[in-house]
């Protein structure tokens, strides 16, 4: 006999799980949610938020460096990192605090433990050697990922920064090596730097941040560079020694081995789903084996009747709010609702300075499906307002579909690109047209006028190009 029923148990408390528990309790399923851990998961306790908490930190203080060129002298500027972190802490215990509050309102009860399946119904539900058994008419698997590894000689040495133990840094250290130019290791190289850290980029590939439109990439490498960021593209770490004064890095470029010296080392290769623990072998659920993801359809369902998966644990898209739509619509379909996920017009958001958003298909992917297409580019450096923001990096780029002028991919790299990019999400997912862009009147002055501009260099030619 299960010590509890419920009509639908969540399993992990991320993006994914709570915002599933969420949208279960307001379609009145008498539903559970376990978390072995901290709620919110790893975006809002290791990831998205304490990072975003980071890199505004870093910007002030930079900002703070460079008043002069606004006419505002500033006298002695240091950054007290202690109280840098304490910030970041009181705004996560924050938001968690908040979703506690929305859980308690929509009567989500809350299990702490370990989840693992005993049958296809029923979870086993384990803190230190209290055991709870839990059968549930649906269960949805909101397990996330964890940072994934490289087999480097030395990558396991004592001291050595992955994303979560870099946020609980004691003090600012003097050198940084970052071992990945993806999303997470440009976030944290950018943010470090602003700290006045000197800080290395090494990057296996010959593009950061892959993925992403290479046109875009590049202007993220070159800001880099204007920052005094070191960065090594189609470079391979062969090894890494600890020594008196921190570390060193043996990467190999160009078939030439060459070594960097640093103070800590920030081990940023990319994320992997996690199962670990679930016993998924005690269902019939299928999982991708080499990256253990699990296979799920458009509705969110596995093959095994009633369990669903979302969030990164499906490898499908490591992003916050796609794990967040994907939980609703799982939780959607639970209900009956007859719902399917699709990933069109997903937008990204990167938070390098200056930021990137995307959405849509690159230029290589248009290209790759052999869609006909046009593009448009247009500066940031040409907007009155990013200027009187005392910025000048940057650009939008627009790609369309050549014959009906639809919005099939965009990108922008520049100040509040993170922002910008919700617009043309909007555009791309209601399959909106340049047109429709340029007969649309901006408010001036706003960043927002360069994706008109690029709108416009579709048809006659950009205004103020």
């Known amino acids: 006999m299960s010590d509890k029923k419920c009509e639908l148990a969540v399993i992990g408390s991320g993006p994914g799980g709570y915002v599933a528990a969420l949208r279960a309790g307001q379609l009145g399923l008498d539903t559970v949610l376990i978390e072995k851990e901290l709620l919110g998961g790893t975006c809002l306790n290791w990831g998205c938020i304490p990072t975003k908490a980071f890199v505004r930190s870093a910007e002030v203080f930079s900002d703070i460096q460079n008043a002069r060129d606004f006419g505002i002298n500033v006298e002695k500027v240091e950054v007290d990192f202690p109280a840098v972190v304490k910030r970041k802490d009181k705004i996560v215990n924050r938001l968690v605090r908040g979703i506690e509050h929305l859980l308690e309102r929509e009567g989500i009860e809350q299990i702490e433990g370990k989840a693992s399946f005993v049958d296809q119904k029923t979870l ?3 803190k230190d050697d209290k055991v709870i058994e839990l059968e549930a008419e649906n269960i949805i698997i909101a397990t996330g990922s964890e940072a994934s590894t490289l087999p480097i000689s030395g990558a396991d040495l004592d001291g050595i920064l992955d994303s979560r133990s870099a946020l609980d840094l004691d003090e600012l250290p003097e ?11 440009m976030e944290f190289a950018f943010i470090f730097r602003n700290f006045g850290v000197d800080v290395t980029v090494i990057e296996y590939l010959d593009q950061l941040v892959s993925g992403v439109d290479s046109e875009i990439a590049s202007e993220l490498n070159r800001s880099a560079r204007r920052r005094r960021i070191s960065v090594k593209t189609s470079s391979e770490v062969k090894e890494i020694k600890k020594n008196d004064s921190g570390y060193e890095v043996i990467y190999q470029k160009k078939n030439k081995e060459k070594s960097v010296k640093a103070e800590k080392i920030l081990m940023a290769v990319g994320r992997k789903p996690y199962i670990d623990g679930l016993k998924l072998e005690n269902t019939a659920v299928k999982f991708e084996s080499k990256r253990n993801s699990i ?8 093959n095994a009747k009633g369990i669903y998966a979302v969030g990164d644990v499906t490898d499908k898209k490591l992003l916050a709010h796609v794990a967040s739509k994907q939980g609703i619509i799982a939780v959607e379909n639970i209900c009956g609702m007859n719902k399917e996920m699709s990933y069109d017009a997903v937008p990204g958001a990167i938070f390098t300075s200056p930021e990137i958003g995307t959405v849509g298909l690159t230029e290589a992917e248009a290209k790759a499906k052999g869609i006909e297409y046009k593009v448009s580019t247009f500066p940031f450096s040409a907007s009155g307002k990013v200027m009187a923001m005392g910025e000048r990096e940057g650009k939008v780029k627009l790609i369309v579909e050549k014959e009906s002028e639809k919005i099939i991919g965009a990108a922008l790299i520049g100040i509040e690109a993170s922002d910008l990019i919700a617009e043309l999400t909007l555009a791309v997912n209601l399959s909106l047209t340049a047109k429709d862009l340029r007969n649309t009147i901006y408010a001036h002055p706003t960043t927002a006028e360069v994706i008109h501009e690029a709108a416009l260099g579709l048809e006659d030619g950009a205004i103020h190009a």
Do not use: D, F
């Open 295 to 302: 296979q799920v359809n458009k509705k969110m369902e596995t």
């Open 175 to 185: 050198s940084m090596v970052v071992v990945g130019g993806g999303i997470i290791g």
């Open 124 to 126: 086993k539900i384990q």
